[in-house]
């Protein structure tokens, strides 16, 4: 994973392996039949990151409901991203490590921030046949609506 690819609705989704904040791989193209959010987030322990990743866990239900699985993805070491998972009462959705080579995923979403060292706040929905059906940036201190994701989500149904 060197180099940024084509990300736009319609192109396929780039692969990608990192750590979950429970130490456990994650690997997009080992997800087969469902349909996978991938949520970038800045950095854990700041307050919208914060919300935007209670948002997934909340609505844990209504994602499985849609064929999909939500994670979370920022810079922070797997440590940190456990330790917040804790402090903020996930146990349901896994928040994944971009950590090092620091922000390689970002990076070849591109979506990587080089002054801040962070990612943008972005989702991007992969759907089950690993193409991106959905890719968003929002401003860095707004939540993204998450009933624009899960409606999304919905005309993956029809």
């Known amino acids: 994973m060197n180099q940024k690819v084509n990300v736009k609705v319609g192109a396929s989704a780039p692969d990608l392996m990192l750590k979950t904040h429970v130490y456990k791989q994650f690997q997009l193209s080992q997800i087969e039949r469902k349909n996978v959010l991938l949520s970038f987030h800045p ?29 979370g993805i920022s810079v922070d070491p797997v440590p940190s991203k456990k330790a917040w998972a804790e402090s903020l009462g996930i146990k349901e959705t896994s928040l994944l490590s971009d950590f090092w080579p620091h922000g390689e995923v970002a990076k070849i979403y591109g979506i990587f921030r080089n002054k801040e060292g962070v990612s943008e706040r972005a989702n991007v929905i992969v759907d089950q046949f690993k193409k991106i059906q959905f890719f968003e940036v929002y401003e860095m201190n707004k939540l993204p609506d998450i009933n624009k994701i899960l409606d999304s989500l919905k005309t993956l149904q029809e």
Do not use: G, R
């Open 43 to 71: 950095l854990a322990w700041t307050s919208v990151c914060a919300q935007q990743m209670k948002s997934l866990e909340e609505n844990k239900q209504k994602f499985e409901e849609l064929n999909t699985i939500a994670v």
